[in-house]
C-alpha cells in the first residue's frame, strides 16, 4: 500500500512507481482498473519497466491521503502519480486513462524512450 514513507524508500532505490489514488465508491477509478490499469498490456509494461505499483485507498478519506492530493493540486480522485527512475517531479493524470497513455509514462519513466 501507499504512504509517503514508502515512496521515499523506492524512489531512493531508483524505481519508478505508479501511485493510484483510489476508493470503492469512484466509478472512474474502477472503470480505469478493468480498461487500462489491470489490461495485459499495462500488466507487461509495469514489469518490463520494473515499476512498484503502490495503491492509495481513499475509500475511507484518510487524511494523509487526502493531503497528498491536495500537495499535488488534485481536486478529487482518480488521480494517479507516475515517478521516474531517475528523481524530478512526477506526471500526473486523472479521469479516464488509456493503455497507450500510461505504457508510454512508464517508459518515459523508466528511461526506455
Known amino acids: 500500500p501507499w504512504s509517503p514513507q514508502q515512496v521515499s524508500s523506492l524512489r531512493a532505490e531508483g524505481r519508478v512507481i505508479f501511485v493510484d489514488f483510489t476508493a470503492t465508491w469512484c466509478i472512474t477509478c474502477q472503470v480505469n482498473k478493468k480498461t487500462t490499469l489491470y489490461s495485459a498490456s499495462v500488466q507487461q509494461t509495469f514489469a518490463d519497466t520494473d515499476t512498484a505499483f503502490l495503491i492509495a485507498d481513499w475509500t475511507n478519506k484518510d487524511k494523509v491521503i487526502a493531503e497528498e492530493l ?14 521516474p527512475a531517475s528523481g524530478g517531479e512526477p506526471r500526473k493524470f486523472d479521469g479516464l486513462l488509456s493503455p ?4 508510454q509514462a ?3 519513466a523508466a528511461g526506455s524512450i
Open 70 to 83: 491536495a500537495r499535488h493540486g488534485a481536486a478529487g480522485i482518480p488521480f494517479y502519480l507516475v515517478y
Open 100 to 103: 497507450g497513455q500510461i505504457e
Open 106 to 108: 512508464l517508459r518515459e
